[in-house]
Each structure stands twice: as structure tokens, then as C-alpha cells.
């Protein structure tokens, strides 16, 4: 039956930004959410962000911040060694036990989700890629799986939105709700057709909207210095100006 999915990406611990994508979700009467990872890092209240989103996403696959934040080992600097702090040990399991991948079928069409790239977590595919890069997307690995190739592919972990449609392939990035680098205000995308249907149904395949919803960044930003996070310099200037540690690079450019 018609249906429609929220995709959204890369909370970072911004609870006022998630937060406010939730609750325009629920005003638009979406029931099902998927969240392409990085739930953690960058922003204050991991610990939080993780709780809302086991209480409200039916889909979460795991992040290169989930990863390398959930482990037991000493961080690499002292925000990232905080935010693994912050978080209970239960917090930590369930970030490392997320999957890699999700399929499902949308009017026909298989779709997939991961976080960065069907490599790996860390392995990162930028706006401005290449041909093969684009069609490497689209094919089964081991760290995807080996079920039906999908025809369309989000992703997150670049912060920043785009759609490319070729070759009969549909990638789109979701952008990041707690940390986006391509714009102010929080984005996340809707997908609209035929829920876990292998035909085409009454559609023209499958819709896809994106949204981006204002938040309070004064707020969240206040939040984490009341906290005591470090680097909340920094990371005001990302919430405010949409610039990765103060570099003009365009988050394509830039590690998230």
C-alpha cells in the first residue's frame, strides 16, 4: 500500500536539532523512520540522542562516529574521549551491534541504506565523484550483502544534501539533522510509494522530498557549553555558519 519513510542522518548528539525533525515527522502524519547512522559525536548529548532514537526509529545502521566513539579504547582527542564518557556501556554495545546496511522494496524498486559508501563506514564518497564511484554504490559487498543489487541508494556522513539520477540509478545524501555543512536548518528526506512491494503499483516509481526544518542552534549551542564539552567553539561556528572548524572547504571537501 502508498506509504511514506523519513530518512534522516548524522544526529551528532544535537538533541534540539532531532528533536524538531521528530516532531515535524510526526506533523506530516510519518510513522516510519529510518537513520542512517552517526547518531553520536560533534554534539553534547549522545546518551540522549541514542535513547530518542531507539524509541522512535524503526531503522538505524551504524556511523563511522558510532563506531570509532563506541569502542573501548582511548580517543584520539579530548571532545571525541568526552563523548565516549558521556555514553552508558549498554549505549556503547548498541552502537557497535547496529548494522551495516538496510534493504527494502519501494514500488518495485530495491532501495538501500547505509551510512557512507557499500565499503565501509569510513569509506566516504563525496559530491563530486566519479562515474565508477557512482556505479559502485549500486553493487553487493560484503559489507552490504548479497541480495537484489538496489536501483536507488541514500546515504549520509558528507553533511551535505544532493539527488543524482543516471543510468537508472538514484543516489541521494539525507545531509546531516545535527550538523549540516550545506545549509542552515536540519534536513531529511521522504520517500513516497509502494512500502515493501515488489510491483510497480499506481506510482511512478519512487518520490523522493527533502525537507529542512529550523531549530534553535543559540539553544543547543548554550546546552553543550553548560555542559562542558570541549570544542564548543568550534562547533558553534558549524551550528551557526555551516563551516567544518572554521574551514571555508565545502563539506565535500571536509572530514565529518
Known sequence: ????????SDVHGNLTAFEAVLADIEERGI???FNLGDVVGKGP???????????????TVRGN????????????????QWTHD???????????????????????????????????EFHRVSYHHTDEQFR?????????????APSVVGYGDIHGTY??????????N?????????????PYVILEGEIDSSEPGDTAGVSITFVRVPYDVESEIAIARDLGMPDVEPYALELRDQLYRGSALPPQSSPT
Request: charged fraction near 20%.
Open 31 to 33: 510513522t516510519r523512520v
Open 136 to 148: 559502485a554504490m549500486f553493487t553487493n559487498t560484503e559489507f552490504t550483502g548479497f541480495g537484489p
Open 174 to 186: 539525507a545531509g546531516s539533522v545535527g550538523n549540516p555543512l550545506d545549509a542552515p536548518g536540519a
Open 163 to 172: 539527488l543524482e539520477v543516471d543510468l537508472g540509478l538514484t543516489l541521494f
Open 65 to 80: 562516529w558510532d563506531t570509532f566513539i563506541a569502542r573501548d579504547e582511548a580517543q584520539l582527542w579530548p571532545a571525541a
Open 45 to 59: 548529548r549522545g546518551s540522549a540522542a541514542i535513547a530518542l532514537t531507539r524509541e522512535r526509529c524503526e531503522v
Open 86 to 120: 558521556e555514553l552508558s556501556a549498554a549505549d556503547r554495545e548498541w552502537l557497535l551491534a547496529l548494522p551495516n546496511a538496510h534493504d527494502l522494496v519501494i514500488s518495485g524498486q530495491h532501495v538501500r541504506f547505509f551510512h557512507a559508501s557499500q565499503e565501509h
Open 1 to 8: 500500500m502508498p506509504g511514506r519513510i523519513a530518512v534522516l
